[in-house]
Nanobody, 120 residues
Framework: QVQLVESGGGLVQPGGSLRLSCTAS????????MTWYRQAPGQQRELVAD???????RYADSVKGRFTISRDNGKNTVYLQMNSLKPEDTANYSC??????????????WGQGTQVTVSS
């Protein structure tokens, strides 16, 4: 059974920083793309940032220059360093990972999400 577990969310003041982590565990051969999404109340889920297995990154325009996505393949973990946080960054952040389950099968898995609240 495969699990993705996020951590690192919390309450932070505007201008502050948080670092989110998402670790994949269980039975799989390797990880491919890993992606952070967020969803604020009453809004659609949006892609925040993603990183390929080769380390190529992509960011939403709203977080460029403030957020950094990285990964540690040895730990099957993806990170999201969030700096200069704004109240509009408040959302539930969840990660998605594309995993190689067998030599012929890839699947996408979701974590349970972690809440980030930016407020004074």
């Amino acid at each position: 059974q495969v699990q993705l577990v996020e951590s690192g969310g919390g309450l932070v003041q505007p201008g502050g920083s948080l670092r989110l982590s998402c670790t994949a565990s269980g039975s799989f051969l390797s990880t491919y793309a890993m992606t952070w999404y967020r969803q604020a109340p009453g809004q659609q889920r949006e892609l925040v940032a993603d990183i390929t297995g080769a380390g190529i990154t992509r960011y939403a325009d709203s977080v460029k220059g403030r957020f950094t996505i990285s990964r540690d393949n040895g730990k099957n973990t993806v990170y999201l360093q969030m700096n200069s946080l704004k109240p509009e960054d408040t959302a539930n952040y969840s990660c998605n990972a594309e995993l190689l389950i067998t030599l012929w099968q890839r699947r996408n898995y979701w974590g349970q999400g972690t809440q980030v609240t930016v407020s004074s």
